[in-house]
T-cell receptor, first 110, second 116 residues
Framework: SQKIEQNSEALNIQEGKTATLTCNYTNYSPAYLQWYRQDPGRGPVFLLLIRENEKEKRKERLKVTFDTTLKQSLFHITASQPADSATYLCAPGNFNKFYFGSGTKLNVKP | DAGVIQSPRHEVTEMGQEVTLRCKPISGHNSLFWYRQTMMRGLELLIYFNNNVPIDDSGMPEDRFSAKMPNASFSTLKIQPSEPRDSAVYFC??????????????FGPGTRLTVL
């Protein structure tokens, strides 16, 4: 069965630095991959989607890469701010069905 | 739009009792999803509907779980009988158009279920 892996350890970085989160998947060939943000006590919120034929996608301070050979996606937040502190979930998928990783908690310290 | 609405927000019940969770998707959305989130297993897809029809229920853990979508604006997830291992946060999500492969999902606030 498919397996989605995100670093379970929290990522602690200093404000202004670039945060890089990793998502690896196995036994799966997704047509696209989504990234979501989840704050404590709330549901996930969509951030970005990247398709299998796209190498990179940007939105404001966010950048996502998708390497179907390595079966990996990287999620970058540039010029990070304390408000970016949250858990970030990756979700590779096909059509309407996709699988969420367990998430990586990001702590941005002022 | 008010977003995806779930009720109740919190539910505490005793083992063996029936639990019903409710969801109202965003108006105009054609797909609806039920997820369960725990620390151990993360966010798991239980079942999803397209145009009120259940498409994939392979994530439903066992026969004690059932879900219905009688119309486009309402869905329920029922657990009968409930067990302590069912304790989790249950999310409902909806997306715009199931005919398009690339749709973001909009999540509700979740229902925190505790089974004693």
């Amino acid at each position: 069965s498919q397996k989605i892996e995100q670093n379970s350890e929290a990522l602690n970085i200093q404000e202004g630095k670039t945060a890089t989160l990793t998502c690896n998947y196995t036994n799966y060939s997704p047509a696209y991959l989504q990234w979501y943000r989840q704050d404590p006590g709330r549901g996930p919120v969509f951030l970005l989607l990247i398709r299998e034929n796209e190498k990179e996608k940007r939105k404001e301070r966010l950048k996502v890469t998708f390497d179907t050979t390595l079966k990996q996606s990287l999620f970058h937040i540039t010029a990070s701010q304390p408000a970016d502190s949250a858990t970030y979930l990756c979700a590779p998928g096909n059509f309407n069905k996709f699988y969420f990783g367990s998430g990586t908690k990001l702590n941005v310290k002022p | 739009d008010a977003g995806v609405i779930q009720s109740p927000r919190h539910e505490v019940t005793e083992m063996g009792q029936e639990v019903t969770l409710r969801c109202k998707p965003i108006s105009g959305h054609n797909s609806l999803f039920w997820y369960r989130q725990t620390m151990m297993r993360g966010l798991e897809l239980l079942i999803y509907f397209n145009n009120n029809v259940p498409i994939d229920d392979s994530g439903m853990p066992e026969d004690r779980f059932s879900a219905k979508m009688p119309n486009a604006s309402f869905s329920t997830l029922k657990i009968q009988p409930s067990e302590p291992r069912d304790s989790a946060v249950y999310f409902c999500a909806s997306s715009l158009d199931w005919t398009s492969s690339y749709n973001e999902q909009f999540f509700g606030p979740g229902t925190r279920l505790t089974v004693l």
